[in-house]
């Protein structure tokens, strides 16, 4: 069983950063992938970016390909999304997620066992 618990979300202005954490419960959050989706207002929830337990591997949308940036520390139990440059198109309710089990794609929601509460992030143009 894993806890995921975001933080880091608020208003900010187009251009602008922000860095979203997302903290796990338990002793083996290393041998978990995890994954950034989002959810905007009236749109289906879709993915963001991955990262595999060690941390070398990461994998974006296309939407946020050179914006942002996927991380983790696993001495910490924590995955970091840092985004820059922000849009208004990246308002949304951002969740982290964590895959227990191989899967053959990572960018699909069912790949993921736990899911956080999500946290808003708004921009402003």
């Known amino acids: 069983q894993v806890q995921l618990v975001e933080s880091g979300g608020g208003l900010v202005q187009a251009g602008g950063s922000l860095r979203l954490s997302c903290a796990a419960s338990?002793?083996?959050?290393?041998?978990?992938?995890m994954g950034w989706f989002r959810q905007a207002p009236g749109k289906e929830r879709e993915f963001v970016a991955t990262?595999?337990?060690?941390?070398?591997?990461?994998y974006y949308a296309d939407s946020v390909k050179g914006r942002f940036t996927i991380s983790r520390d696993n001495a910490k139990n924590t995955v970091y999304l840092q985004m820059n440059s922000l849009k208004p198109e990246d308002t949304a309710v951002y969740y982290c997620a964590a895959a227990g089990k191989y899967y053959s794609s990572y960018t699909h929601e069912v790949a993921y066992n736990y899911w956080g509460q999500g946290t808003q992030v708004t921009v402003s143009s």
């Open positions: 338990g002793r083996t959050f290393s041998s978990y992938r």
């Open positions: 990262i595999a337990q060690s941390g070398v591997y990461l």
